[in-house]
């Protein structure tokens, strides 16, 4: 049965050529506005209670959203605001030779 089913569909010009559309239709693509001012749009996480590996359990992740890079630094969960800022600074904003 599945053998005449499979014959039947391979010489039926409706199924050979007929295709299902999965997806919105496409529209006009515009470019994505980027501001002049570098580092003005960044994005900052922490993911914590991480298995401990060199005392530290937590990671702090810093992505660029203009290049999409993703800066990994490791911390204590019990690192504050001041202590997040400073970490920033000392492993991202100094690659770059920016001033603070």
């Not at 999965?22 to 501001?35: A, F, P």
């Not at 401990?52 to 203009?66: D, G, N, Q, R």
């Not at 911390?75 to 997040?84: K, L, N, P």
Request: hydrophobic share 40%.
């Amino acid at each position: 049965m599945s053998r005449y089913i499979s014959q039947y569909v391979s010489t039926l010009n409706l199924c050979l050529y007929t295709k299902i559309t999965c997806y919105l239709s496409l529209r006009e693509l515009h470019s994505l506005l980027l501001s002049n001012a570098r580092w003005e749009t960044i994005s900052i996480n922490s993911v914590i209670k991480l298995p401990e590996s060199m005392s530290c359990k937590t990671l702090m992740t810093v992505i660029y959203s203009v290049s999409k890079r993703t800066y990994f630094i490791s911390t204590d969960i019990t690192v504050t605001i001041e202590g997040a800022v400073r970490l920033f600074l000392y492993n991202v904003w100094k690659l770059y030779g920016l001033s603070t």
